[in-house]
């Protein structure tokens, strides 16, 4: 019985151990951590600082300085550089990458990253051939994915897309296959081979553009341009009037082509009259300008202008309102012309400024029409009917 008692007391006994013990170790490691954080040179601390406020230059500078104190670490050396990209210091940021890539210590992964902002500062610095066969090595490692997105864009710029296409299906996964860009490259080269009437050639490409993406709205309005050229102007309205399937916002920018097919089988009338379904069906569409045109060519002023006005009151907008008021104007009081004319041309100059295509993505505004984003590098992201903006 006494044994008994002994094994209980003696872990009792021994709990004032434990805690100090436990206490000793913790008061260790925050003394480890204290030394640790007083190593570390207030220039680092600066230059974080800078960055905040946005003075890379000044950020560079303490960065560097650090640097100088502390040799040979990787990390900073990496940071600095790409700190000299970002600014536009190619020289210095190319140097620093390559004098950090030649290090004994930068292998496997650390040599991968560095090999991979070394070939984005030959790409900011303009040597697009030399990024290129960087990227290109980097496909068989572990930074595959980022070289081949860089990569695509590289083709992108330089149209090359065949090579676009390529890097585009190695990307393509699950969850992003690409399809919608890589239709977009087919309808690049398709308009490419159409411009030089290499019409057999230019329709394999629409095909393939409408396997990768079916609702690819740029290949049927390529397809339609193919059929018209050709004379075959019962497939162009087919290509063109299967847009209302996939987009219908894309039906204006295919309106007086629509048309033309219409009249080039002496069918005129029945092209009107799809037009004008289009712009009741979808107010949107910017088709009113066509409709008066082709309705003054079929049916005279006074028509046409009663079609306009009729459009025009379904979706009242400044567009509208201009296009209305011209519409008016050889109705009014000569007392009021004057000012009616007037106030269309205040009209006029407010729509040149306000009345623009717009990517939905990065909202860069355009008067003309990209089928890929200049600012953003997007594909169709445009709105296909000019907006107020």
Same mark, same amino acid.
């Given at each position: 019985?006494?044994?008994?008692?002994?094994?209980?007391?003696?872990?009792?006994?021994?709990?004032?151990?434990?805690? %100090?013990? *436990?206490?000793?170790?913790?008061?260790?490691?925050?003394?480890?951590?204290?030394?640790?954080?007083?190593?570390?040179?207030?220039?680092?601390?600066?230059?974080?600082?800078?960055?905040?406020?946005?003075?890379?230059?000044?950020?560079?500078?303490?960065?560097?300085? +650090?640097?100088?104190?502390?040799?040979?670490?990787?990390?900073?050396?990496?940071?600095?550089? #790409?700190?000299?990209?970002?600014?536009?210091?190619?020289?210095?940021?190319?140097?620093?990458?390559?004098?950090?890539?030649?290090?004994?210590?930068?292998?496997?992964?650390?040599?991968?990253?560095?090999?991979?902002?070394? *070939?984005?500062?030959?790409?900011?610095?303009?040597?697009?051939?030399?990024?290129?066969?960087?990227?290109?090595?980097?496909?068989?490692?572990?930074?595959?994915?980022?070289?081949?997105?860089?990569?695509?864009?590289?083709?992108?710029?330089?149209?090359?897309?065949?090579?676009?296409?390529?890097?585009?299906?190695?990307?393509?996964?699950?969850?992003?296959?690409?399809?919608?860009?890589?239709?977009?490259f087919y309808c690049e080269m398709a308009q490419a081979v159409l411009f030089q009437s290499h019409f057999d050639e230019a329709r394999e490409y629409v095909q393939a553009a409408l396997n990768a993406n079916p609702k690819c709205t740029r290949a049927n309005?390529?397809?339609?341009?193919?059929?018209?050229?050709?004379?075959?102007?019962?497939?162009?309205?087919?290509?063109?009037?299967?847009?209302?399937?996939?987009?219908?916002?894309?039906?204006?920018?295919?309106?007086?082509?629509?048309?033309?097919?219409?009249?080039?089988?002496?069918?005129?009338?029945?092209?009107?009259?799809?037009?004008?379904?289009?712009?009741? $069906?979808?107010? %949107?569409?910017?088709?009113?300008?066509?409709?008066?045109?082709?309705?003054?060519?079929?049916?005279?002023?006074? #028509?046409?202008?009663?079609?306009? +006005?009729?459009?025009?009151?379904?979706?009242?907008?400044?567009?509208?309102?201009?296009?209305?008021?011209?519409?008016?104007m050889s109705d009014l009081n000569p007392q009021w012309k004057a000012d009616a004319d007037m106030m269309r041309g205040v009209m006029g100059r407010q729509l040149q400024k306000s009345w623009m295509f717009r990517c939905r993505n990065c909202h860069f505004?355009?008067?003309?029409?990209?089928?890929?984003?200049?600012?953003?590098? /997007?594909?169709? $992201?445009? $709105?296909?009917? /000019?907006?107020?903006?």
């Open positions: 019985m006494d044994m008994d008692i002994w094994w209980l007391l003696v872990p009792i006994a021994l709990l004032p151990i434990f805690f %100090a013990m *436990g206490w000793f170790a913790a008061r260790v490691d925050m003394k480890t951590v204290l030394k640790q954080a007083k190593t570390i040179p207030s220039g680092f601390y600066n230059s974080l600082d800078a960055l905040v406020d946005k003075n890379t230059g000044k950020a560079a500078r303490n960065l560097a300085e +650090v640097i100088d104190q502390q040799q040979g670490s990787y990390d900073l050396n990496l940071t600095l550089g #790409k700190l000299y990209r970002q600014r536009g210091e190619n020289d210095k940021a190319i140097a620093m990458h390559k004098t950090l890539l030649n290090s004994p210590d930068t292998v496997g992964e650390k040599h991968e990253r560095v090999l991979y902002e070394l *070939g984005l500062n030959y790409q900011s610095a303009g040597l697009v051939d030399r990024a290129e066969q960087i990227f290109i090595e980097l496909q068989k490692g572990n930074m595959a994915k980022q070289a081949n997105e860089v990569l695509l864009n590289i083709y992108q710029q330089d149209r090359d897309w065949e090579k676009a296409i390529a890097t585009a299906q190695l990307l393509s996964h699950d969850n992003q296959t690409y399809q919608f860009e890589i239709a977009q309005m390529i397809l339609g341009d193919i059929e018209q050229k050709q004379g075959n102007f019962g497939a162009a309205i087919a290509a063109y009037s299967a847009i209302e399937k996939q987009n219908h916002a894309y039906l204006s920018m295919v309106g007086e082509r629509l048309y033309d097919a219409y009249d080039a089988m002496s069918k005129p009338e029945d092209g009107l009259n799809v037009l004008i379904g289009y712009a009741k $069906t979808f107010p %949107a569409l910017d088709l009113i300008n066509v409709i008066y045109e082709k309705s003054l060519l079929l049916h005279g002023e006074e #028509k046409a202008n009663q079609i306009a +006005v009729e459009l025009v009151r379904l979706k009242p907008d400044l567009n509208g309102m201009y296009r209305l008021l011209g519409l008016q505004k355009s008067q003309v029409y990209f089928w890929h984003c200049p600012a953003c590098n /997007k594909w169709e $992201t445009f $709105t296909p009917n /000019k907006i107020e903006v």
